[in-house]
């Protein structure tokens, strides 16, 4: 016998007056399941609207799915002392660039609505590609919170490029987006773009910070494929184009030996949020700390790299 619950339910979708044409939705929503609370009552020297004031306090949210996103946090601690930081790390879903483009959406979408939700801040930057080139807009169609993404930095690569011959590093899952397809057929004009998802170098990233050695053989090998591509032996810029590549600067150089020029977006993007933010005031009521998912126990193994960039408590989320 089903149970009433369920027999009402049906009987309410079954009824003539309910029954509805089917109509697919794929316009924005209209109703937000989350908006930032803002404090009202302040004018800035700036000339903004006290309606554009956040609290003081209320941090800035960077999320990714390990310690890539330090990388920008570096740039943005010279940028901006003075704001308050959330540091969040999806650890139990690292690494994504081996995901499926349904779950990193879902993980993202979900988490990021939760923490916006608990913390209330004043902007997310998302500060990994993988998650970026999937769903930022789907993000930002569910979030009020101004949210910041992170852009393989193709443009200005063509811009650097002498040989015309640029590489672009990434996750595996980051390489396939049309997100991607877009800006090679705006930017890269008369270049040529040579792509490789280089997955273990996320892993090599995630133990250097660790305090694990790493070895510059193995960085080599993990971004080879780059290279053995045709044109590849007149490469002369590589774009990294995943948050936790920057962490492995000083191995890809050796690897990739001299004449070759790196370039990410973690100053671009600090400088983005440093815009976004202008004219609101900040204040730390309570010093900045950093959220994983999953073990604790790992996640704390990663304390000495995060109190290198001012972050001295690691908790679970
Ligand atoms: N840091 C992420 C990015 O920028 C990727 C790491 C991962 O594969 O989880 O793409």
Same mark, same amino acid.
């Given at each position: 016998?089903?149970?009433?619950?369920?027999?009402?339910?049906?009987?309410?979708?079954?009824?003539?007056?309910?029954?509805?044409?089917?109509?697919?939705?794929?316009?924005?929503?209209?109703?937000?399941?989350?908006?930032?609370?803002?404090?009202?009552?302040?004018?800035?020297?700036?000339?903004?609207?006290?309606?554009?004031?956040?609290?003081?306090?209320?941090?800035? =949210?960077?999320?990714?799915?390990?310690?890539?996103?330090?990388?920008?946090?570096?740039?943005?601690?010279?940028?901006?002392?003075?704001?308050?930081?959330?540091? !969040? #790390?999806?650890?139990?879903?690292?690494?994504?660039?081996?995901?499926?483009? !349904?779950?990193?959406?879902?993980?993202?979408?979900?988490?990021?609505?939760?923490? &916006?939700?608990?913390?209330?801040?004043?902007?997310?930057?998302?500060?990994?590609?993988? #998650?970026?080139?999937?769903?930022?807009?789907?993000?930002?169609?569910?979030?009020?919170?101004?949210?910041?993404?992170?852009?393989?930095?193709?443009?200005?690569?063509?811009?650097?490029?002498?040989?015309?011959?640029?590489?672009?590093?990434?996750?595996?899952?980051?390489?396939?987006?049309?997100?991607?397809?877009?800006?090679?057929?705006?930017?890269?004009?008369?270049?040529?773009?040579?792509?490789?998802? &280089?997955?273990?170098?996320?892993?090599?990233?995630?133990?250097?910070?660790?305090?694990?050695?790493?070895?510059?053989?193995?960085?080599?090998?993990?971004?080879?494929? =780059?290279?053995?591509?045709?044109?590849?032996?007149?490469?002369?810029?590589?774009?990294?184009?995943?948050?936790?590549?920057?962490?492995?600067?000083?191995? =890809?150089?050796?690897?990739?030996?001299?004449?070759? !020029?790196?370039?990410?977006?973690?100053?671009?993007?600090?400088?983005?949020?440093?815009?976004?933010?202008?004219?609101?005031?900040?204040?730390?009521?309570?010093?900045?700390?950093?959220?994983?998912?999953?073990?604790?126990?790992?996640?704390?193994?990663?304390?000495?790299?995060?109190?290198?960039?001012?972050?001295?408590?690691?908790? !679970?989320?």
């Amino acid at each position: 016998r089903p149970r009433s619950g369920l027999r009402s339910y049906r009987s309410a979708q079954h009824t003539p007056q309910n029954r509805k044409p089917f109509e697919p939705s794929l316009s924005k929503p209209r109703t937000f399941f989350y908006r930032p609370k803002w404090k009202h009552g302040h004018s800035t020297s700036a000339g903004h609207t006290e309606l554009d004031q956040p609290a003081q306090d209320s941090p800035i =949210l960077l999320f990714d799915s390990g310690v890539g996103g330090l990388t920008v946090l570096g740039e943005l601690r010279d940028l901006l002392p003075q704001a308050p930081v959330i540091y !969040a #790390a999806d650890m139990a879903g690292l690494p994504y660039g081996a995901k499926s483009e !349904a779950e990193i959406a879902a993980r993202v979408a979900g988490l990021l609505g939760r923490m &916006a939700e608990r913390y209330q801040p004043r902007l997310i930057c998302i500060a990994c590609n993988t #998650a970026s080139t999937i769903a930022l807009g789907m993000v930002r169609d569910v979030l009020e919170t101004p949210i910041v993404g992170t852009v393989p930095a193709i443009k200005p690569a063509a811009k650097m490029t002498r040989t015309g011959v640029i590489g672009l590093l990434g996750t595996e899952a980051t390489m396939r987006q049309a997100y991607v397809d877009e800006l090679e057929r705006e930017f890269v004009g008369d270049c040529t773009l040579l792509r490789y998802g &280089a997955n273990n170098l996320v892993a090599l990233g995630e133990a250097k910070l660790r305090g694990e050695s790493v070895d510059v053989d193995d960085v080599a090998r993990a971004a080879a494929g =780059l290279v053995l591509q045709n044109h590849g032996e007149r490469l002369d810029t590589v774009i990294l184009a995943c948050t936790h590549f920057p962490l492995l600067e000083d191995e =890809l150089r050796q690897a990739f030996g001299e004449g070759v !020029a790196f370039i990410h977006g973690a100053e671009g993007i600090a400088r983005r949020i440093v815009s976004l933010t202008d004219g609101q005031d900040f204040a730390r009521s309570a010093p900045d700390f950093a959220v994983g998912t999953g073990e604790l126990a790992d996640f704390q193994r990663l304390a000495p790299a995060f109190a290198r960039y001012g972050i001295d408590d690691l908790r !679970a989320f």
